[in-house]
């Protein structure tokens, strides 16, 4: 298998752009799989975020599997529950089935460790302090999924 075997491409094109506002006390990641569902967004792109979080749990490849697929016990998950600056959004919306499925990772600074930066893939416990400034975009003419990598044995994205 050559290296470009292992390169998948999708071209499509940049559609509508929704700015959202979140509120106070809300889960960031829940609120962003409930935007892409009532905006019908079936691909997209997470283009920036911005705000004030209450807390955060971190998740990243701690130790290389000897073997895919990567499993929690490859992972550590950081939680960081005090004043957070959210400084960066960055990912993908797809769907896997019928459901949406985000794939994004963020990056914030801590108000109590001198702007100290973290970042790591977002996971469910992400909760809003005052506010969170999220633009995304649809992506058209290009279908996104998740599906089963046979090399990784993760939920990849595949398009078609």
């Not at 400084?87 to 108000?111: M, P, Q």
């Amino acid at each position: 298998m050559s290296d470009w075997d292992k390169i998948r491409i999708g071209r499509g094109n940049l559609g509508r752009v929704i700015a959202f506002r979140l509120g106070p006390g809300l889960n960031l990641l829940k609120s962003l799989e409930e935007i892409a569902r009532r905006e019908n967004i079936g691909s997209g792109v997470i283009l920036s975020g911005a705000g004030s979080l209450r807390q955060v749990t971190l998740r990243n490849v701690r130790l290389f599997p000897d073997k895919f697929p990567v499993m929690d016990r490859n992972r550590i998950y950081t939680p960081k529950k005090e004043p957070l600056e959210l400084l960066s959004l960055s990912g993908n919306i797809a769907r896997k089935g019928d459901e949406v499925y985000i794939h994004c990772h963020i990056t914030v600074s801590s108000g109590l460790d001198d702007g100290r930066a973290y970042g790591g893939h977002l996971i469910e416990d992400c909760e809003v302090f005052s506010y969170c400034e999220i633009v995304i975009a649809e992506i058209t003419g290009l279908e996104m999924k998740r599906g089963t990598d046979p090399e990784t044995h993760g939920p990849e994205l595949f398009f078609t």
